[in-house]
């Protein structure tokens, strides 16, 4: 038998704070007063903002992300109990009404296919080749400067760090085909049975050899708001079991734009001269997502629609949500760095 | 514990799905290193990493049918 050392007889440090605090500061009234909720303090939310932009403000995505944190266990800092608190779920469900309710007046239902796993799989190819945004991984690969590219790995960092996470809420909610497909992509996320393959310890490798901390959080101070608003509409759509369909058509588009990004990103790593530490993660999700792409398309959206016709709009709208939230984050960047600047958060911003 | 019986599938307009007990050799009989446990092999001929798939015939427009 192992010896455990008791609780008790362990001496905390407090000078080791980045192993129990949480690694960023408050964005705005409701982030600071959840951020003080976390800490033990339990006086009263103020009202969430009534107007505005949901979609840009800093303070409530921040606060969706810790929410949703709680129920990740992504973040130290936070107790365990929080999770079902229900003050904090009521908080998460008003938060989540608007955030849904403006995603769905802002990007339309794609033109629907019929509800079978052919039409549906190329629906999903034809919107997601379709999609014409500016590229970031074209940057990246012929242009992009040292600190361009260490800035990217900061961006991707918030969700890349706990990659795969957000989708795999869904597995219990699928049955059948949809539900194997689903895990045979997740599977090879979490690195077919290796630890070091997982890719989200891929790419902790690559921030690493690049040169940046790999702690999850450390960075979420820096990152913009359409970073949080991309990985909090995943989560969203992940922990809601009404939300099935929009997940899975995530997932399909998120595959579906990946392997040809990559390999321009690895090409783009190289050029600046990082060695294969830092290109490993992005070598591996040529091959892995041209596989992926496959089976999220097809055996996984397209079983989906075929099992459950009454999800098509929602697995249609989840693609196009994709495209249209992860890519602002491509746009934000380009736009920040065309004017010469930093695409990251600055002290001005906070 | 018995292997996955081997399957080969074709996706309409995209690569060969590979899945069970295979094993890939080059044209010298050597083994090609296999990273996954479901594969995709290049069925366009555009790849960059033949023999498997890289998602390069998206963009080519190639069609199976």
């Not at chain 1, 455990?4 to 009234?29: C, H, K, N």
């Not at chain 1, 913009?224 to 809601?240: A, D, K, R």
């Not at chain 2, 479901?38 to 023999?51: E, N, V």
Request: aromatic share 6%; net charge negative; charged share 25%.
């Amino acid at each position: 038998m192992i010896s455990v050392p008791r609780e008790d007889s362990v001496t905390l440090t407090p000078t080791a704070p980045s192993l129990t605090d949480i690694p960023f500061g408050a964005r705005g009234p409701l982030s600071s007063a959840l951020l003080d909720r976390f800490a033990g303090d339990v006086t009263p939310f103020p009202a969430a903002p009534a107007g505005g932009d949901v979609l840009a403000d800093d303070d409530v995505q921040l606060t969706l992300f810790l929410l949703y944190a709680a129920a990740y266990g992504s973040l130290p800092g936070i107790p365990a109990e929080m999770e079902w608190d229900l003050e904090l779920l009521a908080l998460r469900a008003d938060l989540e009404a608007r955030f849904e309710a403006e995603l769905r007046a802002r990007i339309p239902v794609p033109e629907l296919p019929a509800a079978t796993r052919d039409a549906v799989a190329s629906a999903l190819f034809a919107l997601t080749s379709a999609d014409a945004g500016p590229s970031l991984s074209r940057h990246l690969a012929k242009k992009a400067t040292l600190d361009q590219a260490r800035e990217f790995l900061i961006l991707r960092s918030v969700y890349t760090l706990r990659e795969a996470d957000p989708h795999s809420w869904a597995i219990p909610r699928l049955n059948g085909r949809a539900k194997a497909a689903l895990v045979e992509i997740q599977a090879d996320e979490y690195g077919g049975g290796r630890a070091d393959r997982v890719h989200a310890e891929i790419f902790a490798k690559a921030m690493r050899g690049a040169g940046l901390d790999a702690t999850y959080g450390r960075y979420v101070d820096d990152v913009p708001v359409p970073v949080l608003t991309s990985l909090n509409m995943m989560s969203m759509f992940g922990l809601n079991r009404r939300l099935v369909g929009a997940i899975v058509g995530h997932l399909a588009a998120f595959e579906m734009t990946s392997s040809i990004p990559n390999r321009l990103c690895a090409e783009g790593l190289r050029r600046l001269g990082f060695d294969d530490e830092v290109t490993d993660y992005f070598d591996e999700h040529v091959e892995a997502d041209a596989v992926h792409e496959q089976i999220a398309g097809r055996d996984l959206a397209g079983s989906l629609a075929e099992d459950r016709p009454e999800l098509l709009a929602d697995i249609l709208w989840g693609a196009a949500a994709c495209l249209e939230i992860d890519g602002a984050v491509g746009g934000h960047a380009l736009a920040r760095w065309s004017e010469g600047g930093s695409a990251l958060r600055s002290h001005d911003d906070a | 514990m018995r292997e996955r019986e081997a399957s080969i599938s074709a996706y309409p307009d995209g690569p060969l799905i590979v899945r069970g007990d295979v094993q890939l050799v080059d044209a010298d009989g050597e083994p090609i290193e296999q990273r996954r446990r479901t594969m995709a092999l290049c069925r366009c001929g555009l790849s960059t990493i033949k023999p498997f798939c890289d998602g390069t015939h998206k963009a080519a427009g190639f069609r199976t049918e």
